[in-house]
């Protein structure tokens, strides 16, 4: 039995290639297009990058909220301080001339003319000047703040300068005393007067004026002969009174 075969078509080795060709050709283009998206796709996500940084750049800048502010408070107030003092200014009431007070004549000083304390006198104990001598009285060593003046009982006693009398007293140890204070930093203290004085506390006396007598020795003294003691303070220390009086 013979075997027929089929005779081949010309046509086919034809028809292979053009399935080769399409097929090579649709590969092509699936390449083609997915290379084609990528780079778009890149190109589309460095152009929105751009965008955001012009858009960014471009944005004004604005300044802090708390900064204008606090610059339109000290305006405020410069403003307000300026106008506050210029009303003070334009409200200040007219001021009145001062009037001058007429002029006072100074006061008279008084002056010191100094005088001794008794008509006759003769010096019995100087002033010793802070050195100890001893008292023929108490038999001790002790600092003579005074002058003795010697004298007969009942000697007038005159002020050796002018002043105010600031004290008078009767002392235990020194007997009937009085105090005149100067006006100058100097006190004067007669001591050993007898009882009838002849000036009181707050009298104003005059150089020379009769202040008393002189009457028994004080006790501190008893034991001299009959004398005034007297003391001289300047500045409140004790002075020589002899160079008061001469």
Known sequence: ????????SKFRGFYTALALSLVMIGAACVFAYRQTSQTLEQNLNSL????????????PYEAP???????????????TAAATAAAEETA??????????????????PMHQLTPPLSDFSILNPFSDGELVKSETTGTWQTHNGVDLSC????????????TVSEVCSDALWGYTV???HDNGITSRYCGLDGTLEVQ???????GQKLGVTGANP?????AEPHLHLEVKKGGAYVDPTAYFG
């Open 92 to 109: 200040a009431p007219e001021t009145t001339p001062e009037t001058t007070a007429p002029e006072t004549e100074p006061e008279e000083t």
């Open 179 to 181: 105090t005149i204070d």
């Open 219 to 223: 006790d501190l003294e008893s034991a």
């Open 65 to 79: 909220v708390v900064g204008v502010q606090t610059d339109v408070a000290r305006e405020t107030e410069t403003t």
């Open 201 to 207: 506390e707050g009298d104003t006396v005059q150089t």
């Open 152 to 163: 007969a009982a009942g000697s007038d006693v005159f002020a050796i300068d002018t002043g």
């Open 1 to 8: 039995m013979k075997t027929q075969t089929k005779p081949k």
């Open 48 to 59: 929105n990058e751009q965008m955001e940084v012009t858009t960014t750049a471009a944005l």
